[in-house]
């Protein structure tokens, strides 16, 4: 087993970014919290993420969670939430791949280069790491997806936006990361234009 941070394996990505759980609330039975998920495990021999480290330093494997609307719910929880948007069943697997596979090198234009680039002009990057920042940039680019935004500008939905990310991401203030939010909620809009 080859195990290290996603973070620390900076050639591997998530396949679906949506599984980035970092920041979120992590709830267990009757709802209580956890904590903040602040780290992926990952075996980069088996392709996917092997579990998750909490703030509290307490860690979850990966077959005993699920995510679902922006939170972890470990295993015999039921999510505040109910059922909706369940992205993963437990002991479904969440993959990881190398960046050269997945065509980052040869597509830079692709969301997330283009995320790095506004990350390059837009952050501090003595004080931020990308990694730090992505899941703020996901959280936008899927929001902006969402039927209840369509239609709307970004100033129109950013004050649900907040709410939203503040109950998902707790750990992280909004307002560091808002400039990330808003370039991924316009430039998910060019998916629809």
């Known amino acids: 087993m080859a195990l290290q941070t996603l973070r620390d394996a900076a050639e591997w990505r998530l396949v679906n970014p949506a599984h980035d759980v970092r920041g979120m609330t992590v709830r267990g039975p009757g709802g209580s919290s956890h904590g903040t998920a602040q780290q992926l495990l990952v075996d980069t021999n088996l392709e996917e993420v092997y579990g998750i480290e909490l703030?509290?330093?307490?860690?979850?494997?990966?077959?005993?969670?699920?995510i679902g609307d922006g939170e972890v719910i470990t295993e015999g929880t039921r999510s505040e939430h109910g059922e909706r948007n369940i992205i993963k069943e437990f002991g479904?697997?969440?993959?990881?791949?190398?960046?050269?596979?997945?065509?980052?090198?040869?597509?830079?234009?692709?969301?997330?280069?283009?995320?790095?680039?506004?990350?390059?002009?837009?952050?501090?990057?003595?004080?931020?790491?990308?990694?730090?920042?992505?899941?703020?940039?996901?959280?936008?680019?899927?929001?902006?997806?969402?039927?209840?935004?369509?239609?709307?500008?970004?100033e129109a939905s950013r004050r649900s936006l907040q709410s939203h990310f503040r109950k998902r991401s707790p750990a992280h203030p909004f307002e560091i990361v808002e400039p990330a939010i808003r370039f991924a909620f316009k430039q998910a809009r060019t998916l629809t234009l």
């Open 55 to 66: 703030d509290t330093g307490r860690t979850f494997a990966a077959r005993q969670i699920r």
């Open 92 to 154: 479904q697997p969440i993959r990881v791949m190398r960046r050269e596979e997945a065509g980052e090198e040869e597509a830079p234009d692709s969301f997330e280069g283009r995320f790095r680039a506004h990350f390059n002009r837009a952050f501090d990057t003595e004080t931020h790491a990308f990694d730090d920042v992505a899941p703020a940039y996901w959280f936008g680019h899927q929001m902006a997806q969402r039927e209840h935004f369509q239609g709307r500008t970004y």
